[in-house]
């Protein structure tokens, strides 16, 4: 395990800071040494602190260790995989966001990737700026920041589909839908905009916190999968304007 903070001399752009003011601790894992070295190099340019593990054994003994606020988590990795060190993650109960970095395009590799808890993904190959802005987005919604008051209801109703705001909770003909933070945030924003066809931009922005453009499939796949779980318990709710976006609505009689 590796550790930097960037070049001598340089003088980084801000980065999103903790709750102490110092910056915000970044855990990369990839055993392909030369990335590593090149993420660990360029991020901690950035501002940020960054440590490197180089397999899926490491990286759990790192996330105790270093309590990263972000992992970016190689996939492909021999022994244990990305996939594998996001489910001992959450099953210990460690919610820090995670971005896999994947070459794998199959709907069961994605699937798996989410069914892990992951906030993010990026394909291989993929640019820094990418990566960096997509760092940038997660962070600034997950660090640095107490919870907002609750305002009005707490909880939101579309058809048999409830939304418990305070408790994080989803429940659809009584019965409970787990959901990972990420995907309670699409519902959410969704259902609060239900009867509204909602742009896959929009949802970017305002679930991820993507202020620039990018050519990500992350909408898509999201929906996708929240879509099987909403399904599984009654009639569908998320529907496709071809072309637009989505639309959350109870369905019609």
Excluded: C
């Excluded at 901690?44 to 960054?50: I, L, R, T």
């Excluded at 492909?76 to 970095?101: E, H, K, Q, W, Y």
């Excluded at 929009?202 to 453009?213: A, R």
């Excluded at 999968?225 to 609505?249: A, E, N, S």
């Amino acid at each position: 395990m590796t550790s930097t903070s960037g070049p001598a001399g340089a003088s980084p752009p801000a980065v999103p800071l903790r709750g102490d003011g110092s910056p915000a601790r970044l855990l990369v894992v990839d055993d392909e040494e030369s990335l590593a070295d090149l993420l660990v190099e360029a991020l901690s340019f950035q501002g940020y602190e960054v440590t490197a593990a180089r397999s899926g054994t490491e990286a759990l003994t790192a996330v105790e260790g270093v309590r990263p606020d972000l992992v970016i988590l190689d996939v492909n990795m021999p022994g244990l995989d990305g996939f594998a060190v996001a489910d001992r993650m959450r099953a210990s109960g460690d919610a820090t966001p995670i971005i896999f970095l994947t070459a794998r395009t199959a709907p069961d590799d994605l699937r798996d990737g989410f069914g892990s808890g992951g906030d993010d993904y990026l394909m291989k190959p993929f640019r820094l700026e990418e990566l960096s802005l997509r760092v940038s987005a997660v962070l600034r919604r997950t660090i640095g920041r107490e919870a907002a008051p609750s305002r009005g209801t707490d909880t939101v109703a579309v058809a048999d589909l409830v939304l418990d705001l305070a408790a994080h909770q989803v429940t659809r003909d009584g019965k409970t839908i787990d959901l990972s933070p990420t995907e309670f945030r699409l519902l959410r924003y969704l259902a609060a905009n239900a009867g509204r066809v909602v742009s896959k931009s929009e949802l970017l922005k305002q679930v991820w916190g993507y202020d620039f453009e990018t050519e990500s499939s992350l909408a898509e796949t999201y929906v996708f999968y929240l879509r099987r779980k909403l399904d599984k318990l009654g009639p569908r709710l998320i529907h496709t304007v071809r072309g637009v976006g989505y639309m959350l609505r109870p369905p019609q009689a």
